[in-house]
C-alpha cells in the first residue's frame, strides 16, 4: 500500500507539472495551485487524485503542491501563492473569523468552502496496561497530583489546536500534562520507549501511525462521550460523533465512541466559479470511484459527506460549490 501511494503521488506530480507547463495560455484561467500536506500522510494522494481526475474528465490545471498542511495553505492562499487548499475545518473557521491563531493577523476573508473530504477522528490512545483510564485521569486534581506525558501531534499543527479543544470540554488544560508536541515519528518512538503515556490523534481511519504505536504495546482508546462529548460538539460544530470498531488495532476489543472532524478543500473566493463547478463534477462524477479507490479512508469520500462539518454554512460557499451543490438537491 505505501509502495502504491508513493508511485501515485509520484505520478501526479509529474502529471500536474508537465500539464502545467504544457497547457499555456489557453487553459490560464482554469489553473491553481493547491497546497495538500505532508507526503506522509493520506491527504496528499487524496489531493493528488481530485486533481488528476478534474484534469482528465473537466480539463482543468490543477497543481498539487506538499506543504505544512491548513495552516500553511491559509496563509499562502491569502498571498494568492496557492489558489486551493486542504484544512482542518476548525483552522478554517478560526482563520476566516480571525481568531484563535489568527487574531494578529486579522480575518481571512478570502477563504470559501468547496467540499469535506471524510472523516479524520479525534483519537486518545493509552497504554492499555498503563494508569489512564479515561480523560479525566489527565486532571492531575483527580489523578493523585501526576502529569502524564502527551504528544498532539506537531507545533502548531490543526492536531494540536484540536486537542486544546476537546480537553477544554473536560475542563483541562495542557498545562495540566507534560504537552509535548512532536512530530508522528518522534511521538510513536516517545510512546513505545514509555516515555510518553498518551498519544493525541487527529487522522484518517485505520491509522498507520496507531496500528505502529500498538504493534508490541496493546493500547486503549478512551471515550469521548457523553455530556463532555455534547459540550464539545456545542462549542465547536465541526466535531461529530464517530466509533472505532472493534479490533482495528492492538487492545481494541470492543467498539469505542469519539469524536471526529472532516478534512475541507477550501478556495480563494475569487478562483473563477467554473473551475470550482468542474472540479466538483469530476470528483463526485466520472472521477469518484478513483478517488475512493486512494486509501480505505478515501471510501467515505461522496456526496452524503459533502457538506459534513459545515451544513451551516458557517464557512461561506464558493460560488461555484453553491451551483454544484443546489443541483445536487444539498443546499437550497
Known sequence: ????????????????????????????????????????????????????????????????????????????????????????????????????????????????????????AICPVVMKSGPIKSMY????????GKKYGFSPGSPGSDDELSWIEVFAGYGIDKSMMSWRPLSHNERVMAFKDRI?????????MPSGSIIEASAQIPIRILEITGKERDEIIRACPWYYPYVVKAGLYNGVDQDVEIIAQGGFVIANKDVPEEVIYKYLTAVFGRGLTEVQNVAAATKEINLENALGGNETAALPFHKGAEKFFKEKGLIK
Not at 493528488?48 to 498542511?69: H, N
Not at 489558489?83 to 476573508?109: D, S, T, V, W
Not at 485521569?137 to 493523585?144: S, V
Not at 498519544?199 to 484518517?204: E, P, V
Open 137 to 144: 485521569d489527565f486532571d492531575p486534581a483527580k489523578n493523585g
Open 196 to 204: 510518553l503515556e498518551a498519544l493525541g490523534y487527529m487522522t484518517a
Open 1 to 120: 500500500m505505501k509502495k502504491f501511494l508513493l508511485l501515485l503521488i509520484v505520478f501526479f506530480m509529474l502529471a500536474g507539472l508537465l500539464f502545467a507547463t504544457g497547457s499555456g495560455e489557453k487553459n490560464a484561467s482554469k489553473s491553481v495551485i493547491m497546497g495538500s500536506s505532508s507526503l506522509g500522510g493520506t491527504w496528499y494522494p487524496t489531493a493528488a487524485m481530485m486533481a488528476g481526475v478534474a484534469m482528465r474528465y473537466e480539463g482543468l490545471t490543477i497543481t498539487v503542491q506538499a506543504s505544512g498542511g491548513g495552516m500553511e495553505n491559509l496563509r499562502l492562499m491569502k498571498q494568492n501563492q496557492y489558489q486551493m487548499g486542504l484544512c482542518a475545518p476548525n483552522i478554517a473557521n478560526y482563520a476566516y473569523k480571525g481568531e484563535a491563531f489568527f487574531k494578529e493577523e486579522g480575518r481571512h476573508e478570502n477563504v470559501t468552502f468547496v467540499t469535506n473530504l471524510y472523516p479524520n
